[in-house]
């Protein structure tokens, strides 16, 4: 198995390849090792001291470390834990798993602007963040402020807030005149 990595613009952050499907349907994020009981992929890779956070995608890992540690010591060791899943036979999630629709409901007044809403960030916001090892969920919509979550490699990463200003707000405007504004929410 050659498992390939990529950086993300998040420097404590990279995206790991295993070359077939890690998840089949949405993500699932586990900011925290207390968080990864139902899978044994994050349970590995928690396992790998200095990492401190693993997000789970379609077809990538995307794992986050401490400041203090360098990629250089981690990487193989990770790599290492990646591999020794896959080769495990174990599932990536146990049981039916926290895979995440990415969004959150909403009915009423506004659900045909929400509706909207999550279609753009369907079709042109989750791919462009899944190529960096990320993802976006929606929380909620309100006075013309959408309400996001960052997740993966676009939490914590220094240009999260332009992406959230710069790019998501924009294009939500653009399309839809009733957003005024897109804020960043902690989960």
Request: proline share 6%; net charge negative; charged share 20%.
């Amino acid at each position: 198995m050659f498992i390939q990595t990529e950086s993300t613009p998040n420097p404590a952050t990279l995206k790991f390849l295993p070359g077939q499907t890690v998840l089949e349907a949405g993500t699932a994020d586990f900011p925290s090792s207390d968080t990864a009981d139902k899978s044994p992929l994050a349970r590995r890779v928690f396992a790998v001291n200095g990492v401190t956070g693993v997000f789970l995608g379609n077809d990538f890992v995307t794992v986050t470390k401490s400041e203090d540690v360098d990629w250089d010591h981690i990487k193989p060791a990770v790599l290492g834990a990646v591999m020794e899943h896959y080769q495990s036979g174990q599932p990536v999630i146990e049981g039916d798993g926290p895979a995440a629709s990415g969004h959150a409901e909403h009915t009423g007044e506004n659900s045909e602007i929400v509706d909207q809403i999550k279609d753009l960030l369907d079709s042109r916001v989750r791919p462009a963040v899944a190529q960096d090892g990320g993802d976006i969920t929606f929380h909620g919509f309100d006075r013309g402020v959408v309400y996001l979550h960052m997740q993966g490699a676009c939490a914590g990463c220094p240009s999260s807030t332009l992406t959230l200003k710069m790019g998501i707000e924009n294009l939500l405007r653009h399309y839809i005149p009733e957003v005024t504004e897109v804020r960043p929410v902690a989960v």
